[in-house]
């Protein structure tokens, strides 16, 4: 498995090796040792999510607040992504960047996102299964959200080919200038 560091350091993009012919394929989609060795710290994970989503439903942007902010680690099993983590630390030196790319099942990409950023993404394919690894467990007191356009940050959401289509609470989110970490 290698990996790439993003515009935000602390991000990462893992490439699994896939092994593929004509019945299929296969690849290891999480391997601890070789992980952390990548993040450069141990990681306990505690909690696997999966949901599913149709073409332009944008998810986000999420985090949990201190003490049960949450890394994630995260893919796509079917369909396509673009995800998107937002650097909310204060006092960070990428304080208000954010990073993104592509996943989808056919690149198997992975993306993790340590905890302190925001997160989110929208979905390109007509559905995408979207899974994700938290190293905290859902607390609903202390979750939050960022303005999934905020000018501010200027995230480069591609077009999905319809309207992005968002939760109330998302479409309600306060911008990085109003939000209280």
């Known amino acids: 498995m290698k990996f790439e560091r ?9 490439e699994p090796k896939v092994f593929g012919d004509e019945r299929g394929f296969f690849m290891e989609s999480y391997n601890q040792r070789l992980f952390e060795q990548a993040v450069g ?3 306990a994970f505690v909690q696997d999510n999966h949901s599913r989503s149709t073409r332009g439903v944008l998810r986000g942007l999420h985090f949990q607040r201190a003490p049960h902010a949450q890394g994630k680690l995260v893919r796509v099993a079917s369909g396509a992504v673009f995800d998107v983590a937002v650097d909310i630390r204060p006092g960070s030196a990428t304080y208000g960047r954010w990073a993104g790319a592509v996943l ?3 690149n198997h990409r992975q993306m993790w996102i340590p905890p302190g950023l925001a997160h989110g993404f929208l979905v390109l394919s007509d559905s995408a ?7 905290d467990y859902y ?3 202390a979750e939050g959200s960022l303005r999934w356009d905020d000018p501010a940050i200027g995230i480069d959401w591609p077009d999905a080919g319809v309207p992005a289509l968002l939760s109330p609470k998302d479409a309600a989110a306060p911008c990085l200038s109003e939000l209280t970490v």
């Open 104 to 106: 989808s099942a056919e």
């Open 129 to 135: 299964d979207f899974l994700y690894k938290t190293t």
């Open 139 to 141: 607390a609903p007191q």
């Open 41 to 43: 710290h141990p990681v």
């Open 6 to 14: 993003t515009e935000i350091p602390d991000v990462l993009i893992f």
